[in-house]
């Protein structure tokens, strides 16, 4: 099973932009989609973004699209989260998954079909 580690997180001010890493490690990165999804306090965790095994086809919750893009590098184990016109209400921890068994394009959203998650990152987004 892959190990994931998250990074890149840190308090910023409304407009500003950060980009977050996803390390993949002790698995085969290339084989497992992934997604993003992030966690406020006092709320359920929620989908942000989701990107297939190639990089090909990508998927976004309707609050960051525009916003946000997924990206990822197979050859460096890594994905990406880069996160533009930020807004206070993006505050959360950001968490990624990646997952084997995904194949349907609404797969993405469950939070069920992810096996492997990171640890997380807070992102703070001041006004």
């Known amino acids: 099973q892959v190990q994931l580690v998250e990074s890149g997180g840190g308090l910023v001010q409304a407009g500003g932009s950060l980009r977050l890493s996803c390390a993949a490690s002790?698995?085969?990165?290339?084989?497992?989609?992934m997604g993003w999804f992030r966690q406020a306090p006092g709320k359920e965790r929620e989908f942000v973004a989701g990107?297939?095994?190639?990089?090909?086809?990508?998927y976004y919750a309707d609050n960051v699209k525009g916003r946000f893009t997924i990206s990822r590098d197979n050859a460096k184990n890594t994905g990406y989260l880069q996160m533009n016109s930020l807004k206070p209400e993006d505050t959360a921890a950001y968490y990624c998954?990646?997952?084997?068994?995904?194949?349907?394009?609404?797969?993405?959203?469950?939070?069920?079909?992810?096996?492997?998650w990171g640890q997380g990152t807070q992102v703070t987004v001041s006004s």
């Open positions: 002790k698995g085969t990165f290339r084989l497992y989609a």
């Open positions: 990107i297939s095994r190639t990089g090909g086809s990508r």
């Open positions: 998954a990646a997952s084997l068994s995904i194949i349907f394009d609404d797969y993405y959203i469950q939070e069920n079909k992810y096996d492997n």
